[in-house]
């Protein structure tokens, strides 16, 4: 079993930039691949990032490319999200995902359903 808790979101106007960080406990986190969803008010979850369980692979969406950056630290059992020129677009819960995966260090999931385990989320609200 592992929890996952996100923090690090907030208010902040458009053109800001907000760091979300996702601690892992329960298990050892470098055998478990990561990800970031966000959810806005009557939408659907959504994929923003995800990153392999070695750091090598990262995936973004579309809507976040050039702008968000993922990261993790398996020492300290963290995934990062950093988040630069913040659109009002980008106001949502955000969620931080893991599964673990016995394949390829390398594999970074984009979809829910890939995912076990989820935090609680961490709302992200941007002003125009």
């Known amino acids: 079993q592992v929890q996952l808790k996100e923090s690090g979101g907030g208010l902040v106007q458009a053109g800001g930039s907000l760091r979300l960080s996702c601690v892992a406990s329960?298990?050892?986190?470098?055998?478990?691949?990561s990800g970031w969803f966000r959810q806005a008010p009557g939408k659907e979850r959504e994929f923003v990032s995800a990153i392999s369980s070695n750091g090598g692979n990262t995936a973004y969406a579309d809507s976040v490319k050039g702008r968000f950056t993922i990261s993790r630290d398996n020492a300290e059992n963290t995934v990062y999200l950093q988040m630069n020129s913040l659109k009002p677009e980008d106001t949502a819960v955000y969620y931080c995902?893991?599964?673990?995966?016995?394949?390829?260090?390398?594999?970074?999931?984009?979809?829910?359903?890939?995912?076990?385990?989820w935090g609680q989320g961490t709302q992200v609200t941007v002003s125009s």
């Open positions: 995902a893991a599964r673990y995966y016995g394949g390829s260090r390398y594999y970074a999931a984009q979809q829910p359903y890939e995912y076990d385990y």
């Open positions: 329960g298990r050892i986190f470098s055998s478990y691949y």
